[in-house]
Nanobody, 126 residues
Framework: QVQLVESGGGLVQAGGSLRLSCAAS????????MGWFHQAPGKEREFIAA????????YYADSVKGRFTISRDNAKNTVYLQMNSLKPEDTAVYYC???????????????????WGQGTQVTVSS
């Protein structure tokens, strides 16, 4: 089992940057593919980015391509989401998620992830 804790959210002006972190418990972090999702008020949770177990394969939603970067440090049991050029429409609660996988195939559905963090709020002001 994996426990996930997100951090790094906050209030930022449009055009600014934030880096989210997601710390995972346990000694088998490298067995998991990781994903970031966000959920705005009244909307469904949406896929943002995914990374495979080794970190050499990533996948992004079209809405964040070129602005967000997902990465991981297996030695620190942590996955990151660097968010640049933030827009007001990026305002949401951001969640990290894990699924046991050693393949490079990205998964974008919430139903394919087994473990979730509690979320961290990101607010982008205009």
């Amino acid at each position: 089992q994996v426990q996930l804790v997100e951090s790094g959210g906050g209030l930022v002006q449009a055009g600014g940057s934030l880096r989210l972190s997601c710390a995972a418990s346990g000694r088998t972090f490298s067995l998991y593919a990781m994903g970031w999702f966000h959920q705005a008020p009244g909307k469904e949770r949406e896929f943002i980015a995914a990374i495979n177990w080794s970190g050499d394969s990533t996948y992004y939603a079209d809405s964040v391509k070129g602005r967000f970067t997902i990465s991981r440090d297996n030695a620190k049991n942590t996955v990151y989401l660097q968010m640049n050029s933030l827009k007001p429409e990026d305002t949401a609660v951001y969640y990290c998620a894990a699924r046991p996988s050693r393949t490079a195939v990205a998964r974008t559905s919430i139903y394919e992830y087994n473990y979730w963090g509690q979320g961290t709020q990101v607010t982008v002001s205009s």
